[in-house]
Protein backbone atom coordinates (compact mmCIF):
# COMPACT_ATOMS: atom_id res chain seq x y z
CA UNK A 1 0.00 0.00 0.00
CA UNK A 2 1.39 3.14 -0.99
CA UNK A 3 2.38 5.47 2.69
CA UNK A 4 1.38 9.29 2.01
CA UNK A 5 4.64 9.62 4.12
CA UNK A 6 6.81 8.90 0.81
CA UNK A 7 7.39 11.34 -1.70
CA UNK A 8 4.86 11.07 -4.31
CA UNK A 9 5.63 8.30 -7.34
CA UNK A 10 7.58 9.80 -9.71
CA UNK A 11 5.71 9.92 -12.50
CA UNK A 12 7.72 12.12 -14.87
CA UNK A 13 7.28 9.77 -17.56
CA UNK A 14 3.73 10.07 -18.31
CA UNK A 15 3.13 14.14 -18.57
CA UNK A 16 6.37 14.99 -21.14
CA UNK A 17 8.52 17.88 -20.38
CA UNK A 18 8.65 19.80 -17.51
CA UNK A 19 6.22 22.72 -17.34
CA UNK A 20 7.44 25.91 -16.76
CA UNK A 21 4.59 28.21 -14.48
CA UNK A 22 5.87 31.82 -15.29
CA UNK A 23 4.28 35.53 -14.75
CA UNK A 24 2.85 34.56 -10.89
CA UNK A 25 2.76 35.96 -7.45
CA UNK A 26 4.55 32.91 -5.37
CA UNK A 27 3.02 32.69 -1.71
CA UNK A 28 5.62 29.52 -0.91
CA UNK A 29 3.72 27.98 2.55
CA UNK A 30 7.53 29.15 4.33
CA UNK A 31 5.51 32.34 5.94
CA UNK A 32 8.98 34.12 3.54
CA UNK A 33 7.73 37.24 1.88
CA UNK A 34 6.04 36.86 -1.70
CA UNK A 35 8.08 36.87 -4.62
CA UNK A 36 6.16 39.10 -7.04
CA UNK A 37 7.57 37.49 -10.66
CA UNK A 38 8.07 34.39 -9.71
CA UNK A 39 8.27 30.89 -11.86
CA UNK A 40 7.87 27.55 -10.66
CA UNK A 41 9.03 24.19 -12.42
CA UNK A 42 7.05 20.93 -12.39
CA UNK A 43 8.43 17.72 -13.24
CA UNK A 44 5.89 14.98 -13.34
CA UNK A 45 4.78 14.80 -9.98
CA UNK A 46 7.12 16.99 -7.75
CA UNK A 47 8.17 20.62 -8.09
CA UNK A 48 11.92 21.05 -9.29
CA UNK A 49 12.67 24.74 -9.04
CA UNK A 50 10.39 27.79 -7.46
CA UNK A 51 11.84 31.32 -7.20
CA UNK A 52 11.77 34.79 -8.21
CA UNK A 53 11.61 33.90 -12.42
CA UNK A 54 15.22 35.65 -13.22
CA UNK A 55 17.08 33.65 -10.95
CA UNK A 56 16.14 30.28 -12.97
CA UNK A 57 19.29 28.37 -13.50
CA UNK A 58 19.49 28.23 -17.38
CA UNK A 59 20.50 24.54 -17.24
CA UNK A 60 16.88 23.31 -16.23
CA UNK A 61 16.60 23.92 -20.03
CA UNK A 62 13.46 25.26 -22.44
CA UNK A 63 10.66 23.60 -20.61
CA UNK A 64 7.19 23.86 -21.68
CA UNK A 65 5.96 27.63 -20.35
CA UNK A 66 2.59 28.54 -19.05
CA UNK A 67 2.08 32.14 -18.19
CA UNK A 68 -0.54 33.08 -15.26
CA UNK A 69 -1.02 36.24 -16.04
CA UNK A 70 0.25 37.74 -12.76
CA UNK A 71 -2.21 35.55 -10.83
CA UNK A 72 -1.18 34.34 -7.47
CA UNK A 73 -0.32 30.82 -6.54
CA UNK A 74 -0.11 29.35 -2.84
CA UNK A 75 0.31 25.23 -1.97
CA UNK A 76 -2.49 23.34 -2.63
CA UNK A 77 -3.72 23.97 1.21
CA UNK A 78 -4.35 20.78 4.47
CA UNK A 79 -7.05 20.72 6.81
CA UNK A 80 -6.06 18.54 9.47
CA UNK A 81 -9.16 18.41 10.99
CA UNK A 82 -12.19 16.78 8.36
CA UNK A 83 -15.04 13.66 8.70
CA UNK A 84 -15.68 12.81 5.43
CA UNK A 85 -17.97 9.86 6.52
CA UNK A 86 -20.18 12.41 7.96
CA UNK A 87 -22.50 14.41 5.89
CA UNK A 88 -22.35 17.81 7.21
CA UNK A 89 -25.56 20.24 7.13
CA UNK A 90 -27.40 17.60 4.79
CA UNK A 91 -28.17 14.83 6.72
CA UNK A 92 -28.00 13.47 10.44
CA UNK A 93 -24.32 12.10 11.31
CA UNK A 94 -26.17 8.43 12.61
CA UNK A 95 -28.55 8.48 9.61
CA UNK A 96 -25.52 6.07 8.12
CA UNK A 97 -27.92 3.19 10.98
CA UNK A 98 -29.79 2.91 7.85
CA UNK A 99 -27.14 2.65 4.99
CA UNK A 100 -25.38 -0.02 3.40
CA UNK A 101 -21.66 0.40 3.83
CA UNK A 102 -21.44 0.54 0.06
CA UNK A 103 -23.95 3.42 -0.32
CA UNK A 104 -21.88 5.10 2.47
CA UNK A 105 -18.72 4.98 0.38
CA UNK A 106 -20.19 6.20 -2.66
CA UNK A 107 -21.27 9.26 -0.59
CA UNK A 108 -17.85 9.99 0.68
CA UNK A 109 -16.69 10.44 -3.18
CA UNK A 110 -18.56 13.76 -3.55
CA UNK A 111 -17.15 14.85 -0.61
CA UNK A 112 -13.78 14.09 -1.08
CA UNK A 113 -13.71 15.60 -4.76
CA UNK A 114 -15.96 18.98 -3.80
CA UNK A 115 -13.18 19.41 -0.82
CA UNK A 116 -10.10 18.52 -3.35
CA UNK A 117 -11.79 21.52 -6.04
CA UNK A 118 -12.24 24.61 -3.65
CA UNK A 119 -8.31 23.92 -2.41
CA UNK A 120 -7.32 21.69 -0.13
CA UNK A 121 -4.59 18.94 -1.76
CA UNK A 122 -4.20 16.70 1.76
CA UNK A 123 -6.89 16.36 4.29
CA UNK A 124 -6.55 14.53 7.61
CA UNK A 125 -9.89 12.31 8.38
CA UNK A 126 -9.77 12.60 12.16
CA UNK A 127 -12.49 9.48 12.29
CA UNK A 128 -14.47 7.50 9.77
CA UNK A 129 -12.12 6.88 6.56
CA UNK A 130 -10.40 3.99 6.71
CA UNK A 131 -6.62 3.33 4.76
CA UNK A 132 -8.43 1.73 1.79
CA UNK A 133 -9.85 5.46 0.88
CA UNK A 134 -6.25 6.56 1.03
CA UNK A 135 -5.15 4.10 -1.01
CA UNK A 136 -7.65 4.63 -3.91
CA UNK A 137 -7.07 8.26 -3.60
CA UNK A 138 -3.48 7.94 -4.29
CA UNK A 139 -3.84 5.52 -7.02
CA UNK A 140 -5.67 8.31 -8.51
CA UNK A 141 -8.92 6.04 -9.13
CA UNK A 142 -11.17 8.43 -7.07
CA UNK A 143 -10.11 12.06 -7.33
CA UNK A 144 -9.74 13.64 -3.38
CA UNK A 145 -7.20 15.42 -1.44
CA UNK A 146 -4.34 13.06 -0.31
CA UNK A 147 -5.42 11.14 2.55
CA UNK A 148 -4.38 10.96 6.06
CA UNK A 149 -6.45 8.92 8.08
CA UNK A 150 -6.81 8.32 11.96
CA UNK A 151 -9.68 5.65 11.11
CA UNK A 152 -11.29 5.91 14.40
CA UNK A 153 -11.49 8.24 17.48
CA UNK A 154 -10.60 6.40 21.02
CA UNK A 155 -12.33 7.03 24.45
CA UNK A 156 -13.35 5.00 27.35
CA UNK A 157 -17.34 4.02 27.84
CA UNK A 158 -19.45 6.96 27.99
CA UNK A 159 -16.98 9.23 26.79
CA UNK A 160 -17.32 10.92 23.50
CA UNK A 161 -16.30 8.21 21.27
CA UNK A 162 -19.09 5.92 23.12
CA UNK A 163 -22.05 6.25 20.18
CA UNK A 164 -23.40 3.82 21.97
CA UNK A 165 -27.31 3.97 21.74
CA UNK A 166 -30.46 3.14 23.68
CA UNK A 167 -30.89 -0.25 22.22
CA UNK A 168 -27.61 -1.32 22.54
CA UNK A 169 -26.24 -0.25 18.81
CA UNK A 170 -22.78 0.90 18.67
CA UNK A 171 -23.43 4.06 16.79
CA UNK A 172 -20.04 4.92 15.77
CA UNK A 173 -19.01 1.62 13.95
CA UNK A 174 -22.53 0.87 12.57
CA UNK A 175 -22.91 4.47 11.32
CA UNK A 176 -19.59 6.44 10.66
CA UNK A 177 -16.68 3.85 10.51
CA UNK A 178 -16.15 1.55 8.09
CA UNK A 179 -16.46 -2.44 8.62
CA UNK A 180 -12.74 -3.89 9.73
CA UNK A 181 -11.94 -0.93 11.56
CA UNK A 182 -10.65 -1.27 15.54
CA UNK A 183 -13.86 -0.03 17.93
CA UNK A 184 -13.33 3.21 19.76
CA UNK A 185 -13.65 2.41 23.25
CA UNK A 186 -11.11 0.83 25.39
CA UNK A 187 -11.39 0.49 29.52
CA UNK A 188 -7.70 -0.14 30.54
CA UNK A 189 -4.21 1.45 29.84
CA UNK A 190 -3.49 -2.12 28.48
CA UNK A 191 -6.44 -2.07 26.39
CA UNK A 192 -5.29 1.66 25.00
CA UNK A 193 -1.57 0.06 24.24
CA UNK A 194 -3.68 -2.94 22.09
CA UNK A 195 -5.71 -0.39 20.50
CA UNK A 196 -3.06 1.97 19.26
CA UNK A 197 -1.18 -1.01 17.41
CA UNK A 198 -4.57 -2.64 15.88
CA UNK A 199 -4.73 1.21 14.99
CA UNK A 200 -0.95 1.11 13.12
CA UNK A 201 -1.83 -2.45 11.91
CA UNK A 202 -5.36 -0.90 10.07
CA UNK A 203 -2.65 1.59 8.33
CA UNK A 204 -3.44 4.90 10.83
CA UNK A 205 -1.41 7.90 9.97
CA UNK A 206 -1.92 9.33 13.49
CA UNK A 207 -4.39 8.56 15.98
CA UNK A 208 -7.42 10.33 17.57
CA UNK A 209 -7.69 10.73 21.22
CA UNK A 210 -10.79 12.34 22.82
CA UNK A 211 -9.43 13.38 26.08
CA UNK A 212 -12.16 15.47 26.95
CA UNK A 213 -16.46 15.07 26.53
CA UNK A 214 -18.23 16.92 23.49
CA UNK A 215 -20.82 18.37 22.12
CA UNK A 216 -22.39 15.61 19.80
CA UNK A 217 -22.05 12.88 22.11
CA UNK A 218 -24.60 11.58 24.16
CA UNK A 219 -23.36 10.40 27.30
CA UNK A 220 -20.94 13.40 28.68
CA UNK A 221 -20.35 16.92 29.05
CA UNK A 222 -17.21 18.49 27.14
CA UNK A 223 -15.90 19.82 30.75
CA UNK A 224 -15.48 16.05 31.48
CA UNK A 225 -12.43 14.32 31.38
CA UNK A 226 -12.72 11.48 28.53
CA UNK A 227 -9.64 9.31 28.90
CA UNK A 228 -7.63 9.00 32.72
CA UNK A 229 -4.48 10.16 31.97
CA UNK A 230 -2.32 7.06 32.05
CA UNK A 231 -4.00 6.06 29.25
CA UNK A 232 -3.15 9.12 26.93
CA UNK A 233 0.53 8.47 28.19
CA UNK A 234 0.37 5.30 27.35
CA UNK A 235 -0.92 5.90 23.37
CA UNK A 236 1.52 8.59 23.08
CA UNK A 237 3.93 6.78 24.15
CA UNK A 238 3.06 3.78 21.41
CA UNK A 239 2.19 6.47 18.47
CA UNK A 240 5.80 7.37 18.82
CA UNK A 241 7.01 4.03 19.23
CA UNK A 242 4.97 2.80 16.00
CA UNK A 243 6.49 5.46 13.59
CA UNK A 244 6.28 8.37 15.56
CA UNK A 245 2.49 8.59 14.64
CA UNK A 246 1.09 12.33 15.47
CA UNK A 247 -1.60 12.25 18.34
CA UNK A 248 -4.51 14.70 17.99
CA UNK A 249 -6.63 14.92 21.23
CA UNK A 250 -10.27 16.10 21.01
CA UNK A 251 -9.98 18.23 24.08
CA UNK A 252 -12.68 21.26 24.63
CA UNK A 253 -12.97 21.49 28.17
CA UNK A 254 -10.25 21.71 31.12
CA UNK A 255 -9.68 18.82 32.42
CA UNK A 256 -9.23 17.21 29.20
CA UNK A 257 -6.89 19.50 27.57
CA UNK A 258 -4.71 19.36 30.70
CA UNK A 259 -4.09 15.72 30.46
CA UNK A 260 -3.69 15.70 26.96
CA UNK A 261 -1.45 18.53 26.94
CA UNK A 262 0.48 16.92 30.17
CA UNK A 263 0.39 13.75 28.26
CA UNK A 264 2.10 14.81 25.40
CA UNK A 265 -0.11 14.95 22.33
CA UNK A 266 0.99 16.69 18.92
CA UNK A 267 -2.14 18.82 18.51
CA UNK A 268 -4.98 19.72 20.87
CA UNK A 269 -8.04 19.93 18.61
CA UNK A 270 -11.03 22.64 19.46
CA UNK A 271 -8.85 23.35 22.95
CA UNK A 272 -11.52 25.96 24.44
CA UNK A 273 -11.26 26.06 27.45
CA UNK A 274 -7.17 26.85 27.30
CA UNK A 275 -6.27 29.09 29.93
CA UNK A 276 -2.82 30.72 30.36
CA UNK A 277 -0.68 28.00 32.36
CA UNK A 278 -1.87 25.61 29.61
CA UNK A 279 -1.31 27.62 26.69
CA UNK A 280 2.39 28.22 28.32
CA UNK A 281 2.55 24.58 28.63
CA UNK A 282 1.60 24.21 25.25
CA UNK A 283 4.47 26.62 23.44
CA UNK A 284 6.94 25.35 25.58
CA UNK A 285 6.13 21.35 23.91
CA UNK A 286 5.70 22.77 20.59
CA UNK A 287 2.15 21.51 20.73
CA UNK A 288 -0.55 22.76 18.20
CA UNK A 289 -3.64 24.00 18.57
CA UNK A 290 -6.25 23.21 15.97
CA UNK A 291 -9.11 25.61 16.63
CA UNK A 292 -11.87 24.79 14.01
CA UNK A 293 -13.35 27.92 14.12
CA UNK A 294 -15.77 27.44 11.49
CA UNK A 295 -17.47 24.79 13.31
CA UNK A 296 -17.87 26.94 15.94
CA UNK A 297 -19.71 30.04 13.85
CA UNK A 298 -22.73 27.64 11.91
CA UNK A 299 -26.34 28.48 13.31
CA UNK A 300 -26.92 25.33 15.33
CA UNK A 301 -29.89 24.17 14.40
CA UNK A 302 -32.54 22.65 17.48
CA UNK A 303 -34.52 20.47 15.08
CA UNK A 304 -31.22 18.51 13.93
CA UNK A 305 -29.51 18.42 17.40
CA UNK A 306 -30.81 17.03 20.39
CA UNK A 307 -31.60 19.24 23.09
CA UNK A 308 -28.56 18.32 25.08
CA UNK A 309 -26.43 19.10 22.07
CA UNK A 310 -27.49 22.19 20.97
CA UNK A 311 -28.11 23.85 24.69
CA UNK A 312 -23.72 22.30 24.99
CA UNK A 313 -23.22 23.70 21.19
CA UNK A 314 -24.42 27.43 22.43
CA UNK A 315 -22.36 27.47 25.44
CA UNK A 316 -19.07 25.90 24.00
CA UNK A 317 -18.97 28.35 20.70
CA UNK A 318 -19.30 31.19 22.67
CA UNK A 319 -16.31 30.35 24.73
CA UNK A 320 -14.15 28.90 21.91
CA UNK A 321 -14.21 31.93 20.24
CA UNK A 322 -13.24 34.37 23.21
CA UNK A 323 -9.93 32.09 23.82
CA UNK A 324 -8.68 31.30 20.46
CA UNK A 325 -7.20 35.18 20.11
CA UNK A 326 -5.53 34.55 23.81
CA UNK A 327 -4.20 31.46 22.64
CA UNK A 328 -2.74 33.45 19.64
CA UNK A 329 -1.30 35.80 21.39
CA UNK A 330 0.38 33.33 23.36
CA UNK A 331 2.03 32.30 21.03
CA UNK A 332 0.47 28.66 20.55
CA UNK A 333 1.53 27.18 17.22
CA UNK A 334 -2.12 27.00 15.41
CA UNK A 335 -2.45 24.39 12.17
CA UNK A 336 -6.01 24.84 9.90
CA UNK A 337 -8.69 22.31 10.84
CA UNK A 338 -12.57 22.76 10.33
CA UNK A 339 -14.30 19.50 11.32
CA UNK A 340 -16.11 19.58 7.94
CA UNK A 341 -18.78 16.93 8.38
CA UNK A 342 -19.64 18.08 11.53
CA UNK A 343 -21.97 21.17 11.22
CA UNK A 344 -19.80 22.19 7.99
CA UNK A 345 -20.63 21.27 4.26
CA UNK A 346 -17.66 19.59 2.86
CA UNK A 347 -16.00 22.06 0.62
CA UNK A 348 -15.99 25.13 2.47
CA UNK A 349 -12.67 24.20 4.53
CA UNK A 350 -10.89 27.86 3.31
CA UNK A 351 -13.82 29.93 5.19
CA UNK A 352 -11.55 29.38 7.79
CA UNK A 353 -8.63 31.00 6.77
CA UNK A 354 -10.31 34.65 7.00
CA UNK A 355 -11.55 33.24 10.91
CA UNK A 356 -8.48 32.72 12.08
CA UNK A 357 -7.87 36.16 10.96
CA UNK A 358 -10.93 37.99 12.08
CA UNK A 359 -11.19 35.77 15.01
CA UNK A 360 -7.90 34.21 16.07
CA UNK A 361 -6.39 37.81 15.11
CA UNK A 362 -3.69 36.07 13.15
CA UNK A 363 -1.77 37.84 10.37
CA UNK A 364 -3.04 37.25 6.60
CA UNK A 365 0.56 34.87 6.24
CA UNK A 366 0.13 32.90 9.35
CA UNK A 367 -2.93 31.69 8.81
CA UNK A 368 -1.99 30.45 5.08
CA UNK A 369 1.08 29.48 7.29
CA UNK A 370 -0.98 26.93 9.19
CA UNK A 371 -2.86 25.76 6.58
CA UNK A 372 0.09 25.04 4.76
CA UNK A 373 3.68 24.23 6.25
CA UNK A 374 2.56 24.52 9.80
CA UNK A 375 0.28 21.86 9.11
CA UNK A 376 2.13 19.48 6.97
CA UNK A 377 4.24 19.73 10.05
CA UNK A 378 1.79 18.64 12.15
CA UNK A 379 0.88 16.02 10.14
CA UNK A 380 4.68 14.63 9.22
CA UNK A 381 4.30 15.44 6.09
CA UNK A 382 6.03 18.39 5.61
CA UNK A 383 9.00 16.50 3.56
CA UNK A 384 5.92 15.84 1.00
CA UNK A 385 3.79 18.68 0.62
CA UNK A 386 2.68 21.94 2.09
CA UNK A 387 5.33 24.31 0.46
CA UNK A 388 5.95 25.35 -3.01
CA UNK A 389 10.02 24.54 -2.51
CA UNK A 390 11.78 22.13 -4.25
CA UNK A 391 11.73 18.81 -3.92
CA UNK A 392 8.07 18.78 -2.32
CA UNK A 393 4.95 17.32 -4.63
CA UNK A 394 3.96 19.94 -7.13
CA UNK A 395 0.23 20.79 -4.86
CA UNK A 396 -0.87 24.27 -5.72
CA UNK A 397 -3.73 26.68 -5.81
CA UNK A 398 -4.16 29.87 -8.32
CA UNK A 399 -5.64 32.81 -7.31
CA UNK A 400 -7.18 35.91 -9.05
CA UNK A 401 -6.98 37.38 -5.48
CA UNK A 402 -4.26 38.87 -3.19
CA UNK A 403 -4.80 36.84 0.24
CA UNK A 404 -2.97 38.85 1.68
CA UNK A 405 -5.11 41.38 1.44
CA UNK A 406 -8.16 39.59 1.04
CA UNK A 407 -8.02 36.58 2.36
CA UNK A 408 -11.33 35.59 3.09
CA UNK A 409 -12.35 35.54 -0.50
CA UNK A 410 -10.63 32.00 -0.71
CA UNK A 411 -13.52 30.84 0.62
CA UNK A 412 -15.42 31.22 -2.65
CA UNK A 413 -14.94 28.36 -5.12
CA UNK A 414 -15.50 31.63 -7.88
CA UNK A 415 -11.62 32.83 -6.60
CA UNK A 416 -10.15 29.30 -7.01
CA UNK A 417 -9.38 29.61 -10.04
CA UNK A 418 -7.30 25.95 -10.55
CA UNK A 419 -5.88 23.94 -7.96
CA UNK A 420 -3.21 21.11 -9.31
CA UNK A 421 -2.45 17.90 -7.33
CA UNK A 422 0.84 16.01 -7.70
CA UNK A 423 1.66 18.21 -10.66
CA UNK A 424 -2.17 16.99 -12.51
CA UNK A 425 -4.53 19.38 -12.78
CA UNK A 426 -7.67 18.82 -10.18
CA UNK A 427 -10.12 21.97 -11.68
CA UNK A 428 -9.06 24.14 -13.93
CA UNK A 429 -12.49 26.40 -13.35
CA UNK A 430 -11.19 29.58 -15.28
CA UNK A 431 -8.90 27.94 -18.08
CA UNK A 432 -5.66 29.57 -16.96
CA UNK A 433 -3.53 26.14 -16.83
CA UNK A 434 -3.87 26.25 -21.22
CA UNK A 435 -4.63 22.67 -22.70
CA UNK A 436 -2.93 19.32 -22.54
CA UNK A 437 -0.15 21.23 -20.94
CA UNK A 438 -0.07 19.74 -17.13
CA UNK A 439 -2.46 15.98 -17.52
CA UNK A 440 -5.47 15.72 -15.44
CA UNK A 441 -5.64 14.23 -12.35
CA UNK A 442 -8.22 11.21 -12.76
CA UNK A 443 -8.23 11.41 -16.62
ZN1 LIG B 1 -13.97 16.33 14.72
Keep these: MPSPHETPAGDSGDSGRPVLLHGLRLIDGTGSAPVPDAALLIEGSVIRWAGPAAQLPVDLGPPTRLDLGGRT ?27 LPSYRTLKVLDRLRVTLENGVTTARDLMGLDAGFRQAVAERRIPGPRLLVSVTMISQRAGHADFTLAGGIDGLAVAVT ?27 DCVKLASSGGVTSPHDRPEWLGLRPEMIRAAVEEAQAYGGLPVAAHAIGRPGIEAAVH ?40 ARTSPSAYEKGVRWHRIAQESVARSASAGVRMAMGTDSGLAVGHGRNLQELGLLVDIAGLTPMEAIVAATGDAARLCGVDEVTGTLVAGRAADLVVTDVDPLSDIASLGESAHILAVVKEGRIAVDRAGVLGDGVLPALCP
Design 178 to 204: FPESPRSLVGSVDDMRARVRDLVAAGA
Design 263 to 302: GGVTSIEHGYALDDELRAEMVARGQYLVPTLLETTQDLDP
Design 73 to 99: VCPGFIDTHVHFALPGPAGNPLQGLLE
